[in-house]
T-cell receptor, first 114, second 114 residues
Framework: DTEVTQTPKHLVMGMTNKKSLKCEQH?????MYWYKQKAKKPPELMFV???????INESVPSRFSPECPNSSLLNLHLHALQPEDSALYLC?????????????FGPGTRLTVL | GQNIDQPTEMTATEGAIVQINCTYQ??????LFWYQQHAGEAPTFLSY????GLEEKGRFSSFLSRSKGYSYLLLKELQMKDSASYLC???????????????FGTGTLLAVQP
């Protein structure tokens, strides 16, 4: 299984809602990532987890809360989002953080905040 | 600061060769990746360069010159399915350890015409 899966594919939420994005991989990878991608822009790193510990937080607002319950799962909890947070949220994984590990990307969750 | 530049759009003809350039100025450098991204889909890995020179992989080749902060992706025998965005990404381990942080370029949208 060389796939990263993400659910849901699409999500529409209001600014007062609480929702979660889920990411799963069964490749035995120990590093997992969240990226945000706005239309016609490149992905921007949000968070990196290594061995289930948060390794990088790219100064992301606290309304985004990541969680890594085990080595196969990565969640992104959303609360009190703004319309400008509407974007494609991509999850990725890699064997570790050491070079030269390519990152495998999931298909993304397209989020719309009303 | 971090700066990775690519042409915004390119057009080429089926069966031809196209070269997509990427120039970068980043605080750290530990390798350069090329990813392909079809509209609405996840980025998929194409190539990786960490040393100067050319890496060839079937119809795709990638070149790196670290002294010039320059890379290119060469696509041969273009096919219609090669129409996609091509993302150049620099691996930055600035924080003194392995972080596998990828900084993506602006992306090049390639249109292959019959």
């Amino acid at each position: 299984d060389t796939e990263v899966t993400q659910t849901p594919k699409h999500l529409v939420m209001g600014m007062t809602n609480k929702k979660s994005l889920k990411c799963e991989q069964h490749m035995g990878h120990r590093a997992m990532y969240w990226y945000k991608q706005k239309a016609k822009k490149p992905p921007e790193l949000m968070f990196v987890y290594s061995y289930e510990k948060l390794s990088i937080n790219e100064s992301v607002p606290s309304r985004f809360s990541p969680e890594c319950p085990n080595s196969s799962l990565l969640n992104l909890h959303l609360h009190a989002l703004q319309p400008e947070d509407s974007a494609l949220y991509l999850c990725a994984s890699s064997p570790g953080l050491a070079s030269p590990d390519e990152q495998f990307f999931g298909p993304g969750t397209r989020l719309t905040v009303l | 600061g971090q700066n990775i530049d690519q042409p915004t759009e390119m057009t080429a003809t089926e069966g031809a060769i196209v070269q997509i350039n990427c120039t970068y100025q980043t605080s750290g450098f530990n390798g350069l990746f090329w990813y392909q991204q079809h509209a609405g889909e996840a980025p998929t890995f194409l190539s990786y360069n960490v040393l100067d020179g050319l890496e060839e992989k079937g119809r795709f080749s990638s070149f790196l010159s670290r002294s010039k902060g320059y890379s290119y992706l060469l696509l041969k025998e273009l096919q219609m399915k090669d129409s996609a965005s091509y993302l150049c990404a620099v691996r930055d381990d600035l924080r003194g350890g392995a972080t596998n942080k990828l900084i993506f370029g602006t992306g090049t949208l390639l249109a292959v015409q019959p």
